[in-house]
């Protein structure tokens, strides 16, 4: 009997140990993780979605998880490096976020919106067409399965940087250009229907200055781009977010990262 209460003793011990292990990550990246993780959701809610996920990931990355430590300093060493690794990976779903942000900036300033209703995010202030397209695109995320999905980035996670493992500089450094260069040229592209009509409502603007000097057709083109960038984000905000989504799923399935 005491025998095996021992055993069960160890077991449970190992138990909690792979419990916190895979914690440490998924908490780090729940701090960062968009729609779970953005500054509006309390502070209890996002650490009870924390364990929950953790609930979900431990049973399945358990076989490659070490044995439990013999002392404190042994369990820092292995878990100093998974706050590192899941701030990764939650900053490389945040810049998606991001690319939102980057379009409905260069939308707004393209569509001369940028202080119409601007500033109504308490938290991060900006324009109203990119806090639409944050608000929009997180929740179109959200229900098309995004707990499943990182669900199962969390569980790849663990194949791409093993448990313990600090991510080499070096891949750091070309992932992180990579995927900021990718964010930014996504938001460019989302936003390129404001670019090309801004381009040329001021080539139709200049040639009718030059036809008639006297007349002020700033003024009078002025309410035409405002009503006309309204009607555009009208129009082309479900392919925006159509876009966007597809490449944030893709991502998720495949992040590419190499093994350090």
Known sequence: MIGTLFELLALSEQVLWQGLAVFVRVAAVMAVLPAF???????RVRLVLAVMFTLIVAPAVASTL???????????????????????F?????????????????????????????????????????????????ALAVMMGLHVQVATYLIYSFALVPFGVMPLPGIV????????????????SLAAPFLIAS????????AINRAMPLLM???????????GGLFLFFLSAPLMLAVWINAFQSFLESPGMPVP
């Open 173 to 188: 450094a070309e992932l992180g250009v990579g995927e900021v260069g990718r964010a930014f040229s996504l938001g460019f």
């Open 217 to 227: 057709v700033s003024f009078v083109g002025a309410p035409a781009l405002t009503a």
């Open 199 to 206: 381009l040329l409502y001021n080539v139709v603007l200049g």
């Open 37 to 43: 993780g953005d500054q509006p959701v309390p502070t």
């Open 90 to 138: 939650g900053i490389l779903l945040r810049l998606f976020v991001l690319a939102l942000q980057i379009a409905g900036a260069i939308a707004a300033q393209a569509s001369s919106l940028t202080q119409i209703f601007g500033g109504t995010a308490v938290v991060d202030p900006q324009p109203a067409i990119g806090h639409v397209l944050v608000v929009a695109g997180t």
């Open 66 to 88: 070490p044995t439990r430590p013999e002392d404190l300093i042994s369990a820092a060493v292995y878990l100093g490096p998974e706050v590192i690794s899941g701030l990764l």
